[in-house]
Nanobody, 117 residues
Framework: QVELVESGGGLVQPGGSLTLSCSLF????????MGWFRQAPGKEREFVAH????????VYADDSKGRFTISRDNAKNTVYLQINTLKFEDTGTYYC??????????WGQGTQVTVSS
């Protein structure tokens, strides 16, 4: 059974930075490609960033390029999402996503990010 646990969300002022973490339990982390999605209030969940199994390849949504950085530490079974220069529109629930080599996909419960002055 795969479990994803996100953390690091909170209340942040515009212009601030935040690093979200997502740890995977239950299976070998390096066998999963990892991603981050977010869902703003009243909107559908949208893709933010993706990182390959070994971390050599990353993909970002157009809106995420420049301010978002995805990384992973396979020794810690954890993927990170660093967000810089936070904007009001970054407010939402951020979800971690894991895809194993067979294509099975797993989701975390989400961590809330609120950007407010």
């Amino acid at each position: 059974q795969v479990e994803l646990v996100e953390s690091g969300g909170g209340l942040v002022q515009p212009g601030g930075s935040l690093t979200l973490s997502c740890s995977l339990f239950g299976r070998t982390f390096s066998n999963f490609a990892m991603g981050w999605f977010r869902q703003a209030p009243g909107k559908e969940r949208e893709f933010v960033a993706h990182i390959s199994w070994g971390g050599a390849s990353t993909v970002y949504a157009d809106d995420s390029k420049g301010r978002f950085t995805i990384s992973r530490d396979n020794a810690k079974n954890t993927v990170y999402l660093q967000i810089n220069t936070l904007k009001f529109e970054d407010t939402g629930t951020y979800y971690c996503n894991a895809a194993d080599r067979s294509g099975e996909i797993y989701w975390g419960q989400g961590t809330q990010v609120t950007v407010s002055s």
